[in-house]
T-cell receptor, first 114, second 112 residues
Framework: KAGVTQTPRYLIKTRGQQVTLSCSPI?????VSWYQQTPGQGLQFLFE???????NKGNFPGRFSGRQFSNSRSEMNVSTLELGDSALYLC?????????????FGPGTRLLVL | SQQGEEDPQALSIQEGENATMNCSYK?????LQWYRQNSGRGLVHLIL?????REKHSGRLRVTLDTSKKSSSLLITASRAADTASYFC????????????FGQGTTLQVKP
């Protein structure tokens, strides 16, 4: 069974631009979460989606948004990029949301904002 | 901000030795999980311990949980060079959510 895939793997943008990252969960998984990892703040929760609905949102500004499609694939968008948005963005999937579900992480998208 | 703190931040040992990492957290939890990350890549799930469990084993891994002290430890026995990675504890709070709150991580180097 294929794992979680994220595209693109690497991205370079300039300040003020916007970016869209994509995540395809493991087949059959319907819950997708996103995390941001930076050297300073570590791993921080961004969003949790299930059945095309956002169930939970982390403490990030409105420039960060996301959505989930009917096939469970998810995208996240960051508008008006800032230097501090440079990070590794990780996506995780599970069958359903819930504390007992093992979450499987993708390889991440490394975003560099210049 | 992170809920958990991990100790030590970095650990260097020889192959064959045991490695112990500690994690503390602040609020009530449903469970605590440990993840491994190689060189800034994706996270690999290692083990999950529920709030009503005190100890759990998986291969060379042993995890303990003390909810009264809000702390957990991960022991890797007979370490190998391939165990070199960053290790993160993550908690899930009460409620029906999969939201993980991560600690800052411990970087483990196992020298051959």
């Amino acid at each position: 069974k294929a794992g979680v895939t994220q595209t693109p793997r690497y991205l370079i943008k300039t300040r003020g631009q916007q970016v869209t990252l994509s995540c395809s969960p493991i087949s059959g998984h319907r819950s997708v979460s996103w995390y941001q990892q930076t050297p300073g703040q570590g791993l921080q929760f961004l969003f949790e989606y299930f059945s095309e609905t956002q169930r939970n949102k982390g403490n990030f500004p409105g420039r960060f948004s996301g959505r989930q499609f009917s096939n469970s694939r998810s995208e996240m968008n960051v508008s008006t990029l800032e230097l501090g948005d440079s990070a590794l963005y990780l996506c995780a999937s599970s069958f359903v949301p819930g504390p007992q579900e093992t979450q499987y992480f993708g390889p991440g998208t490394r975003l560099l904002v210049l | 901000s992170q809920q958990g703190e991990e100790d030590p931040q970095a650990l260097s040992i020889q192959e064959g030795e045991n490695a112990t990492m500690n994690c503390s957290y602040k609020t009530s939890i449903n469970n605590l999980q440990w993840y491994r990350q190689n060189s800034g890549r994706g996270l690999v799930h290692l083990i999950l311990i529920r709030s009503n469990e005190r100890e759990k084993h998986s291969g060379r891994l042993r995890v303990t949980l003390d909810t009264s002290k809000k702390s957990s430890s991960l022991l890797i026995t007979a370490s190998r060079a391939a165990d070199t990675a960053s290790y993160f504890c993550a908690t899930i709070g009460t409620g029906n959510t999969g939201k993980l709150i991560f600690g800052q991580g411990t970087t483990l180097q196992v020298k051959p």
